[in-house]
């Protein structure tokens, strides 16, 4: 009973935490008018691409991250960035590797962002979604060896990073 009451501390001290942190978040992203545009209609489209709509859901993030300049790091154009490039990932439309090298430099921005570094769940996300971006791109047939022995490489280093990022905040998940 005393290891299930600890679980269950354990289990909403991790919850109230991250909550604490998704405020503060998003707090950051509306903190100014284009934010609030950019993060409406980041809103938008991830409606569009819950529908399957990835086209729609593409051409709004795209509207988004107009938005911003290229020199906006802020957590609103990090945000933009991120669910571009997650969209760009899951997009059949164009060619695969095109989508994949784009939303790699996507979200390598995004990680750029101060904002989003200090959040520790958004950080081990960019981190986590560019590792899963990479691994597609060493699977493309124009991929040489070493190239690809390169990119698994970066992948499994920042998939690393994200779970030690994840390890510092504590216990997490539901008990056993």
Excluded at 79 to 90: F, I, K, N, V, W
Excluded at 158 to 164: N, P, V
């Amino acid at each position: 009973m005393v290891t299930d009451n600890y679980r269950l501390q354990l289990l909403l001290k991790s919850v109230w935490q991250y909550a604490l942190e998704e405020t503060q978040y998003t707090t950051a992203i509306r903190s100014t008018p284009i934010g609030q545009q950019s993060d409406d209609i980041r809103w938008r489209a991830k409606v569009q691409k819950d529908s399957g709509q990835i086209e729609a859901s593409c051409r709004l993030y795209e509207e988004a991250l107009r938005l911003h300049g290229a020199d906006d790091d802020s957590a609103a154009a990090a945000g933009a960035r991120h669910d571009l490039a997650e969209t760009l990932t899951d997009r059949h439309l164009g060619l695969h590797v095109e989508n994949l090298l784009r939303a790699q430099v996507l979200y390598r921005r995004a990680q750029r962002s101060t904002e989003r570094e200090r959040n520790p769940s958004r950080s081990a996300m960019t981190r986590a979604s560019l590792a899963s971006c990479l691994r597609g791109l060493a699977g493309m047939p124009m991929v040489d060896a070493k190239h690809e022995r390169k990119l698994l490489d970066e992948a499994q280093e920042l998939l690393r990073e994200a779970i030690r990022i994840d390890e510092r905040r504590g216990p997490a998940g539901l008990p056993a």
